[in-house]
């Protein structure tokens, strides 16, 4: 079974300021993992996603995440926040096994302040 | 771009009402999803199909049903709808692809409140 834990429901950054989502996953398998955005009063949209190579994964909107075997786990990060990334984040994780499906994060807030 | 379509963005029913949602993509994809979302605990599966006419409980299966008539259509059925069925519903869709690694792509979401 594998499960996705996001550290802080609730994060609070400066205009400018670095931004920084944890999460951390467990999977018995190598696992492919992705970060989505969900802005107010609609879907979730892909920021980025791990499959194999490279471990640190440039997404959308100035986004990155790396991913990091040894400490499990596959933090979110952007250099400079903007008002516009005020948004819930959610990480998720899939085996290469036979199941299809995602297990999610359980999110985390992001707020951006002026 | 891939474009998931929920057909109600907001809806209201009563306790004990039969209620559908329904989804339909536009990209041929194989793989259809239905979540429920809740404040806190993040997105749960309800049910998943990866073929017409076929389908797959997910975490929290209890009180749904689905249908799978269509490749591009996935629906959700509320057998009988309860209180604690209030939530977001969320439908994705994605293709067969080399593994599992591609992305799922979803609707905007169904608030639905039962009253």
């Known amino acids: 079974a594998q499960s996705v834990t996001q550290l802080g429901s609730h994060v609070s950054v400066s205009e400018g300021a670095l931004v920084l989502l944890r999460c951390n996953y467990s999977s018995s398998v190598p696992p492919y993992l992705f970060w989505y955005v969900q802005y107010p009063n609609q879907g979730l949209q892909l920021l980025l996603k791990y499959t194999t190579g490279a471990t640190l994964v440039k997404g959308i909107n100035g986004f990155e995440a790396e991913f990091k075997k040894s400490e499990t786990s596959f933090h979110l990060t952007k250099p400079s926040a903007h008002m516009s990334d005020a948004a819930e984040y959610f990480c998720?994780?899939?085996?290469?096994?036979?199941?299809?499906?995602?297990?999610f994060g359980s999110g985390t807030q992001l707020t951006v302040l002026p | 771009d891939v474009k998931v379509t929920q057909s109600s963005r907001y809806l209201v029913k009563r306790t004990g009402e039969k209620v559908f949602l329904e989804c339909v993509q536009d990209m041929d994809h194989e793989n259809m999803f239905w979540y429920r979302q809740d404040p806190g605990l993040g997105l749960r599966l309800i049910y998943f199909?990866?073929?017409?006419?076929?389908?797959e409980k997910g975490d929290i299966p209890e009180g749904y049903s689905v249908s799978r008539e269509k490749k591009e259509r996935f629906s959700l059925i509320l057998e009988s709808a309860s209180t604690n069925q209030t939530s977001m519903y969320l439908c994705a869709s994605s293709p067969s692809g080399q593994g599992h690694n591609q992305p799922q792509h979803f609707g905007d979401g169904t608030r639905l409140s039962i009253l």
């Open positions: 199909s990866y073929d017409v006419k076929m389908k």
């Open positions: 998720a994780v899939s085996d290469h096994g036979s199941a299809r499906q995602l297990t």
